[in-house]
């Protein structure tokens, strides 16, 4: 959701929401007697993606909101979303409390269904001992089961103990590829290292020959810096006269003339 234009837009909005949560088919868990028939799983299912949608729409809200503080409806626009957010907390409550009927009466059923008599057609008193356990257990053991029961239309086979056996190995091929793979990049990651390392050895022996080249011409360098002083002393004494500057310029003036000429005239050939 992008930046609102105004507190108009967000009130829209709000109403648009709140007719979205009237229009959910919700019982009203505030008096249980009114729960005739408990709907599907199927339908609280997708109340709950719905009151979930437009619970993680309501912050964003918020904060477009309080950017534009200034507006003349921000009170009553903050105040529309503090009710839509009260709305949504009931509907939300109430969505969970059928729910967690229907799982109720599910559960109920199947150990109905499950639950052995004796020759008069009474329940055995062991198996009311085994019941009793059952229908004190919280709400969300075996949630696995509930929902594979659900989604086979409450009917548990072992047909759903079949295909859960599929899912894991499936999972656990998955599994493996994902670990084959990540040992492979493991590998040519190492391989990688080894090449770089080797580079950079290769790259420390050239800078260690550039080294001892460089000190060689420095020596050689030295060695031409000396010769020359010496030149100098033997032809003029140890000074360097005003002639002698004229002859060294004019020597220099031909010499760049003449690498002019030979970078003109070579070209052309």
């Known amino acids: 959701m992008g930046l609102l ?9 709000v109403s648009e929401y709140e007719k979205e949560l009237a229009s959910l088919d919700v019982e009203d868990f505030s008096d249980p007697k009114r729960i005739v028939d408990v709907p599907r799983a199927s339908s609280c299912y997708l109340n ?7 619970q993680k729409d309501i912050p964003k809200l918020k904060l477009s909101l309080e950017k534009i503080r200034v507006d003349d409806n921000y009170k009553s626009t903050s105040q529309n979303l503090s009710d839509l957010q009260r709305l949504v907390d009931e509907k939300e409550f ?12 599910q559960t109920t059923a199947i150990d109905v269904q499950q639950t052995p ?4 057609g009474e329940t055995s008193d062991a198996a009311q001992q085994a019941s009793e356990p059952a229908k004190a257990a919280p709400e ?10 659900l989604l086979a239309g409450g009917t548990y086979t072992s047909l759903d103990s079949e295909s859960v056996e599929k899912s894991n190995e499936t999972h656990e091929s998955i599994q493996e590829d994902i670990i084959h793979e990540i040992s492979g990049f493991a590998t040519s990651l190492k391989d990688s290292a080894l090449r770089l390392s080797s580079k950079i050895l290769e790259d420390q022996n050239i800078l260690h ?10 020596s050689l360098m030295k ?5 020359l002083n010496d030149y100098i002393n033997n032809k003029t004494g140890g000074k360097i006269s005003f002639w002698f500057l004229i002859k060294a310029f004019a020597g220099t003036m031909l010499l ?9 005239i070579f070209p052309a050939f």
């Not at 109430?94 to 009466?105: H, I, Q, T, Y």
């Open 5 to 13: 234009a105004s507190s108009k837009t967000i009130a829209n909005i």
């Open 48 to 54: 709950h993606l719905k009151i979930s949608s437009i």
């Open 94 to 105: 109430m969505n969970n409390k059928v729910l967690n009927l229907w799982l109720e009466r």
């Open 117 to 120: 008599y004796n020759d008069k």
């Open 140 to 149: 969300d053991n075996n949630l696995t089961s509930l929902r594979q029961r």
């Open 209 to 218: 020959r550039t080294n001892e080249n460089v000190l060689k011409s420095e």
């Open 223 to 227: 060695t031409v810096g000396n010769n």
């Open 256 to 264: 760049f003339f003449m690498m002019v000429l030979i970078i003109k």
